[in-house]
């Protein structure tokens, strides 16, 4: 089995970090990390399996949601038309991260990372598929430490200034659900990950994320020689940072963020007055979150622009919403919560009525350990009746075991 993994491993190296002419030696330590130097608290792992790498110390992780999910939909429409979409029993991998990071630089804190994802192919331009798992790239980038005071920069596929901090300080269950700004029922207004360069600024009271990307997000096409400059800028009010802290210390966070990307004409495909292709992408939001070892609350407020100024169309993302959400931790260790969370959406229209979109998520979360989460939630979808999205209206009954090392 040792000489599998092993193998592997030494695939994705050999693939992600330029070889060398010797064989190398491998060292563990204690959470699985593993070393080319040795060190105290790293043992050797014995094997004939060469590893080649021009890197000082090399870092592997997974991280994968496996899911089942049973979704009713609603029977008719609010117009007494049956609804076509059919319910659906599946189980489900909603993520599957590989990633390798290599130390290539004198500074310890500067590195190059490659992080592999699985995607299932369900329809391409509206056509169907036969569902296969494809395998996508989605960061790959050189991090530069300490490019300007308190100040790193990643290059390549990187960050994009919101998602990532939303997800390691207020909302811990994207294997269930993705944060407002991305969510399809919600604002749907950009993904994770983009082409660019990222800075991140880090101080005690204050941190932020600048960054200049095309756009469209990693897994769209270029269409535009426009760029999108992209921010978060957070206050640390009581002076404590609480990402990736695993939820034990005590902080308050305040952040602005948003994006002014003026560059993508839309084109109505329907001639139903709604832009169905390629926006301008204009927002901004607020957020909160107050964290205890016990609770955590949180709440945000999105504002996203019509650029159109036309009067014959207007953005299909345009619109505004909020969202709230909270846990509540039980246990002598904390390893039960107790989740809830609500969206509310409203796209803009050009005339008439403007339908909100409604998403309300509760569940209940066990962490087993540090490596397997277990999170059973019901998921209902609520759209205002005659919107765009009615026909999504539908009770999602879900189990998520969440995998990471």
Known sequence: M?????????????????????????????????????????TEIKADTPVFAKASKLKFSGLTYIGF?????????????????????QFEIRRAYFQLKAYLLDNPKSYYRITFDVHQDS???GDTTD??????????????????PNTGVEVGVVHRPWHDYEEHTSWYFRDISKVLVEQ??????????????????????????????????????????????????????????????EKKLTYWDASFFGQYNKSHKGIDTN?????????????????TVYNQPKFLVAAQYIKSLDTAD????????????????????????????????????TPTVLAGPEYEQKTYIAGIAWDQNKNIEWVANIDITDNAAGSRRE???????????????
């Open 184 to 245: 399809k029922n919600g604002a749907n207004l950009s993904n994770s990950a983009d082409f660019g360069f990222n800075f991140k600024t880090k101080t005690k009271y204050f941190d932020s994320e600048l960054g200049l990307f095309n756009g469209e997000g990693y897994h769209s096409t270029q269409i535009s020689s426009d760029m999108s400059f992209e921010w978060r800028t957070t206050a640390h009010i009581l002076g404590v940072n609480g990402k990736d802290k």
């Open 391 to 405: 026909s999504y209206n539908a009770t999602a009954y879900m189990l998520t075991t969440q995998v990471k090392f």
């Open 123 to 125: 329809k391409i331009n």
């Open 69 to 89: 999910n049973y979704t009713n939909y609603d029977a008719t429409l609010s117009n007494g038309t049956v609804n076509t979409r059919s319910d659906i029993t």
């Open 131 to 148: 569902g296969d798992i494809l395998l996508r790239v989605k960061y790959a980038y050189l991090y530069l430490d300490s490019v300007l």
């Open 2 to 42: 040792k000489k599998i993994v092993l193998s592997a491993l030494a695939a994705l190296t050999l693939g992600s970090v330029a070889a060398s002419a010797g064989i190398i030696k491998l060292y563990q330590d204690g959470n699985g990390q593993v070393f080319t130097k040795p060190a105290e608290g790293r």
């Open 271 to 287: 001639s139903d007055g709604v832009n169905d292709r390629f926006d301008d992408l204009i927002f901004y939001g607020l957020h």
């Open 310 to 345: 036309n009067g014959t169309y207007v953005s299909k993302q345009a619109g505004e919403g909020y969202s709230v959400n909270a846990e509540y931790r039980l246990g002598n260790t904390n390893d039960y919560r107790a989740l809830v969370r609500y969206d509310s959406w």
